[in-house]
């Protein structure tokens, strides 16, 4: 049973101009990517292309920088219901684009979401901005704390006009770890390429952060986490496809699979840990 924990299916008419021409320009399949988001029947066989099992399906809410709003939520949910034991719905919430974060909190439990991303490069915000009177935040933590519902958070850069980088660094989301021990949290991309120290340290510093490695080539995963087999039991598999610059899922699977390290490591971050934290 293989994860990537990391796939963007999105609503493509949402994009921006801009970030769509970025999309547009870095990939030369994009009509396929197109279907892919409109026809979960022709994912699920690319998905079997690729030999993978299931995938979790990332979308935000960035009105400002890509164009996402809060009706991603409903669209992954619709989206999955193709194959719930395939698909699954990763959904998210702005504190800024909010009118009511409880009633939003609920319809994201309600909708069955299993993962929610805050993108603070994206949403313009620090995952610990809950200690700078952004409430709604401890009221987003707090529920999927309580909804056994984990969060990931982007770490990294990223390319996107209008994206801030400073958001980005993973040592904002240590407050998030200490305050709410009971949340599963997840380091999407392990702070590539400017912060894997600060995330690596995270991660063992603390029982509820995991590390997902999309975005980072497998090729240079052992470069930048020498000693991944010390996290390997909260580490997770993923791709970020179709992101810019991000090759076939494919691709990325052979190429994590050919890496120099035990069977029983790479069983642990293809499937076991993402099965203790989505079970079937
Ligand atoms: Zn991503």
Same mark, same amino acid.
């Given at each position: 049973?293989?994860?990537?924990?990391?796939?963007?299916? %999105?609503?493509?008419?949402?994009?921006?101009?801009?970030?769509?021409?970025?999309? #547009? #320009?870095?990939?030369?399949?994009?009509?396929?990517?197109l279907?892919?988001?409109?026809?979960?029947?022709?994912f =699920?066989?690319?998905?079997?292309?690729?030999?993978?099992?299931?995938?979790? $399906?990332?979308?935000?809410?960035?009105?400002?920088?890509?164009?996402?709003?809060s009706?991603?939520?409903?669209?992954?949910?619709?989206?999955?219901?193709?194959?719930? %034991?395939? +698909?699954?719905?990763?959904?998210? +919430?702005?504190?800024?684009?909010?009118?009511?974060?409880?009633?939003?909190?609920?319809?994201?439990?309600?909708?069955?979401?299993?993962?929610? #991303?805050?993108?603070?490069?994206?949403? +313009? +915000?620090?995952?610990?901005d809950?200690?700078?009177?952004? #409430?709604?935040?401890?009221?987003?933590?707090? *529920?999927?704390?309580?909804?056994?519902i984990?969060?990931?958070?982007?770490?990294?850069?990223?390319?996107?006009?209008?994206?801030?980088?400073?958001?980005?660094d993973?040592?904002?989301?240590?407050?998030?770890?200490?305050?709410?021990?009971? $949340?599963?949290?997840?380091?999407?991309?392990?702070?590539?390429?400017?912060?894997?120290?600060?995330?690596?340290?995270?991660?063992?510093?603390?029982?509820?952060?995991?590390?997902?490695?999309?975005?980072?080539?497998?090729?240079? $995963?052992?470069?930048?986490?020498?000693?991944?087999?010390?996290? *390997?039991?909260?580490?997770l598999f993923?791709?970020?496809?179709?992101?810019?610059?991000?090759?076939?899922?494919?691709?990325?699977?052979?190429?994590?699979?050919a890496?120099?390290?035990?069977?029983?490591?790479?069983?642990?971050? =293809?499937?076991?840990?993402?099965?203790?934290?989505w079970?079937?």
């Amino acid at each position: 049973m293989i994860t990537d924990c990391h796939v963007h299916i %999105q609503p493509v008419e949402m994009f921006k101009p801009e970030a769509l021409a970025i999309m #547009k #320009k870095k990939r030369p399949n994009f009509d396929d990517i197109l279907e892919y988001c409109r026809s979960p029947k022709a994912f =699920l066989a690319y998905l079997d292309r690729c030999g993978i099992d299931r995938a979790v $399906l990332i979308n935000y809410v960035a009105p400002e920088v890509i164009g996402f709003t809060s009706g991603v939520n409903a669209f992954v949910a619709d989206y999955c219901k193709a194959n719930p %034991q395939r +698909l699954i719905p990763c959904g998210s +919430l702005h504190p800024r684009h909010t009118h009511n974060v409880l009633a939003d909190v609920e319809q994201i439990v309600r909708l069955g979401i299993r993962l929610i #991303k805050i993108h603070s490069s994206y949403q +313009l +915000l620090f995952p610990n901005d809950y200690l700078k009177g952004v #409430k709604e935040l401890e009221i987003i933590y707090r *529920a999927a704390e309580a909804n056994g519902i984990p969060v990931m958070f982007h770490t990294g850069t990223s390319i996107f006009p209008g994206a801030r980088n400073k958001y980005g660094d993973p040592i904002f989301v240590d407050d998030v770890a200490v305050d709410f021990p009971k $949340l599963k949290i997840l380091l999407a991309h392990g702070g590539r390429p400017l912060w894997m120290d600060t995330a690596f340290f995270l991660i063992r510093r603390h029982p509820n952060v995991f590390l997902d490695i999309s975005g980072i080539p497998p090729k240079t $995963l052992l470069k930048y986490f020498p000693r991944l087999p010390e996290i *390997a039991n909260k580490t997770l598999f993923g791709t970020d496809w179709p992101g810019p610059g991000v090759p076939e899922i494919k691709k990325n699977l052979d190429d994590f699979r050919a890496l120099p390290l035990d069977g029983a490591i790479k069983h642990q971050i =293809l499937s076991a840990t993402a099965l203790s934290i989505w079970p079937v």
